[in-house]
């Protein structure tokens, strides 16, 4: 079930980010086989570069923390949800959910959620799945989050992709899973339409390599022509060039290390031309039925706004 925006005036997109150490990235895990033993932390330095960079954009985000990251460092999940972002669900460790099983997933997440709402004092109602891994043999995961009392989840991304991704999903919030009065959105990772192909303008590693000025004009043509949100996302160690650098074939050391120099100015070019806010927020400003809970931030101490067909609270 598609949903729709019921609010005039300027698009907002959501900007997001995925809060994991330089080492529990996929690729780098692959590159020294899970040996991670020695490499120093580095991620409070990194996500307080990020917290930095939105004060001085004066935007707000969302915050995919892991559950390990909030055990170990709680002061920076504090950090994020008193500078009045939305804290959100990574999983617990960086396992692909494809490596586990419904039971594992299910206690992963709800350990997780658990740190998170205690540690930030914030509801948490969205998930982000390590490395985008739901895939098709993963439907299930989808009934699991929302028996964990999650609303929205962001891990699809609608292109082709050697690792993750589907091509035919759609590419704007839409409900994807019901069963009775329960539902969770799916919130995928941006992408513009070009002669029937999408292309990522999300994101990640396609907004470190290909030129800013390019991802910018595909968010535009996206908000003004399909009048839609763009799911934008990044990583804090993508704006630490200074972390350890262990051998690792060459592709890998590609995928993971190009365009980190410049990963800063350009995002900070890009929160400066496109309105952004946290995903909780935009999935605020829409319509769907039945209803599913979302509510905007403010609302988050409490219980959340439900969102009705007419556009208001409740």
Not at 277 to 304: C, E, K, M, Y
Request: net charge neutral.
């Amino acid at each position: 079930m598609a949903v729709h925006r019921d609010e005039a005036g300027p698009v907002v997109n959501a900007l997001s980010i995925d809060v994991e150490e330089y080492y529990h990235a996929t690729v780098f895990q692959e590159a020294v086989n899970g040996v991670t033993t020695g490499l120093q932390s580095r991620v409070e330095a990194s996500t307080e570069r990020v917290l930095a960079l939105l004060e001085a954009a004066g935007v707000k985000a969302t915050f995919f923390v892991l559950g390990e990251v909030g055990k170990d460092h709680p002061a920076i999940v504090r950090r994020i949800a008193q500078a009045g972002h939305e804290i959100a669900c990574h999983g617990y460790h960086h396992t692909l959910v494809s490596d586990q099983s419904p039971e594992e997933f299910r206690a992963g997440i709800r350990r997780a959620k658990a740190v998170l709402e205690d540690v930030g004092g914030q509801e948490v109602i969205g998930y982000r799945a390590p490395s985008f891994s739901i895939g098709s043999s993963e439907q299930w995961a989808y009934g699991v989050l929302a028996e964990e009392r999650f609303r929205y989840d962001s891990s699809i991304y609608p292109i082709l992709h050697d690792r993750y991704g589907d091509r035919d999903a759609p590419r704007f919030p839409y409900e994807i899973w019901r069963k009775g009065g329960e539902g969770l959105i799916e919130f995928p990772i941006g992408t513009v339409r070009f002669f029937g192909v999408n292309l990522p303008v999300g994101g990640g590693g396609y907004f470190r390599l290909l030129p800013g000025g390019l991802i910018e004009m595909g968010i535009k043509r996206v908000n003004a022509r399909e009048q839609e949100p763009v799911m934008f996302y990044f990583h804090p160690w993508e704006l630490d060039p200074g972390q350890p650098r262990p051998s690792m074939a060459w592709h890998r050391r590609f995928r993971h290390y190009v365009g980190q120099e410049r990963h800063e100015a350009k995002l900070a070019h890009l929160l400066a031309s496109a309105s952004f806010g946290t995903a909780r927020d935009v999935l605020a400003r829409t319509v769907h039925g039945p209803s599913v809970s979302i509510g905007t931030q403010a609302a988050s101490a409490g219980s959340p706004a439900s969102i009705t067909r007419n556009g208001t609270t409740s």
